[in-house]
């Protein structure tokens, strides 16, 4: 089956600056990587996507980059604020399974 | 909201007990699933219901069974758990099952086994 690594656990960035977490994946017929945002206490929401036939994605300060040949993906965001204060997942699915097979998370800490 | 509700949300339950969770979705998806989610452990699949035939199950102890009767609810059974069972379970539901499509997360029902 997939497995999903991701690092950092925990990653402290100054306001304005930006975060970069990365994950790994290990089957190569995964095609969908998604990422979720989880605030405390509340339910993981979907930030941003991207599907295997594109290598970047953009949504404002958010970005998610694919390397399919190195199979690892990244999720960048730029000119942090308190409120990307959060636990951020990363996901893959593909090679036949219907779930989403998910990393451990970052904790993204925002200092002002 | 998201459109997938799940309660109740909080459960404390001792090792005899016999308990269940509830999912509904209202998005009209045909594909739902059943998390744990542990501290410092990844989200871990349980089930997979596409279109309420169970077409995934990740080896998950025979105390919890889930139930689909149709593709609006899913239930999850919780019987004689133990105290390393106690976790968040959040269901999710998506339009398919084999699209890579979004999967919208209700709020969690935080189980506490004693």
């Known amino acids: 089956g997939e497995n999903v690594e991701q690092h950092p656990s925990t990653l402290s960035v100054q306001e304005g600056d930006s975060a970069v977490i990365k994950c790994t994946y290990s089957d190569s017929a995964s095609n969908y990587f998604p990422w979720y945002k989880q605030e405390l206490g509340k339910r993981p929401q979907l930030i941003i996507d991207?599907?295997?036939?594109?290598g970047e994605k953009k949504d404002q300060r958010i970005a998610v980059t694919l390397n399919k040949t190195a199979k690892h993906f990244s999720l960048h965001i730029t000119e942090t604020q308190p409120e990307d204060s959060a636990v951020y997942f990363c996901?893959?699915?593909?090679?036949?399974?219907?779930?989403?097979?998910f990393g451990k998370g970052t904790h993204l800490i925002i200092q002002p | 909201e998201t459109g997938v509700t799940q309660t109740p949300r909080h459960l404390v339950m001792g090792m005899t007990n016999k308990k269940s969770l509830k999912c509904e979705q209202h998005l009209g998806h045909n594909a739902m699933y059943w998390y744990k989610q542990s501290a410092k452990k990844p989200l871990e699949l349980m089930f997979v219901y596409s279109l309420e035939e169970r077409v995934e199950n990740n080896s998950v102890p025979s105390r919890f069974s889930p139930e689909c009767p149709n593709s609006s609810h899913l239930f999850l059974h919780l019987h004689t758990l133990q105290p390393e069972d106690s976790a968040l379970y959040l269901c999710a539901s998506s339009p398919t099952g084999s699209m890579n499509t979004e999967a919208f997360f209700g709020q969690g029902t935080r189980l506490t086994v004693v």
């Open positions: 991207i599907r295997s036939n594109v």
């Open positions: 996901a893959a699915r593909g090679g036949g399974a219907d779930g989403l097979t």
